[in-house]
């Protein structure tokens, strides 16, 4: 079974430019996360998707970061204009149900460099 | 104070020992509880899940959970260098959606 696929796996961009993520979930997963983790930090929860409907984004900084899961499947996260503390690895992640119980499956994450 | 508390480490220990890591939390909705380990430069991957409290064993791993203290811990038994990783715990409240709140992660090193 194929995991999350996540890309790409490394970006360095100045401050004040845009950038984006890209996910594709494991098949037939319905849950999709966007997570943000800090350099010695655990991961912090963006956004979550159920389908391609919004679950819950209160952690979402709205001014400079969106995300999208058109048609239920891939997500792109995008960063605009991006600030140097948005330096992190921002993890992607699926889950056959919403529900607390079901395991989270993570992709390798998109290492983030603003200088 | 951080909702989910975690000593970073590192934590170093000779191969065959046996190591405790632990979180402490503050908020007592939460009933789901989890165990993820991290590999350098690689997504979480879960290792272990609670209900509730009490003890769960899967081969040389442990989990605990003390409600009453707000205290869990992770005791892997016969460690191996290939255990060397970040060890992130993270729990939820079980309500609408799956939303984890993970402690920062100790760093745990075997050294052969």
């Known amino acids: 079974e194929a995991g999350v696929a996540q890309s790409p796996r490394y970006k360095i961009i100045e401050k004040r430019q845009s950038v984006a993520f890209w996910c594709n979930p494991i098949s037939g997963h319905a849950t999709l996360y966007w997570y943000q983790q800090i350099l010695g930090q655990g991961p912090k929860l963006l956004i979550q998707?159920?389908?391609?409907?919004?679950?819950?984004d209160s952690q979402l900084p709205k001014d400079r970061f969106s995300a999208e899961r058109l048609k239920g499947v891939d997500s792109t996260l995008k960063i605009q204009p991006a600030k140097l503390e948005d330096s992190a690895v921002y993890l992607c992640?699926?889950?056959?149900?919403?529900?607390?119980?079901?395991?989270?499956?993570f992709g390798e994450g998109s290492r983030l460099t603003v200088l | 104070q951080k909702e989910v508390e975690q000593d970073p480490g590192p934590l170093s220990v000779p191969e065959g020992a046996i190591v405790s890591l632990n979180c402490t939390y503050s908020n007592s909705a939460f009933q789901y509880f989890m165990w993820y380990r991290q590999y350098s430069r690689k997504g979480p991957e879960l290792l272990m899940y609670t209900y509730s409290s009490g003890n769960k064993e899967d081969g040389r791993f442990t989990a605990q959970v003390d409600k009453s203290s707000k205290y869990i811990s992770l005791f892997i038994r016969d460690s191996q260098p290939s255990d060397s990783a970040t060890y992130l715990c993270?729990?939820?409240?079980?309500?609408?959606?799956?939303?984890?709140?993970f402690g920062g992660g100790t760093r745990l090193m075997v050294k052969p």
């Open positions: 992640a699926s889950s056959l149900t919403p529900q607390a119980t079901g395991e989270l499956f």
């Open positions: 993270a729990m939820s409240a079980g309500n609408a959606g799956n939303m984890l709140t």
């Open positions: 998707f159920q389908n391609n409907g919004v679950v819950d």
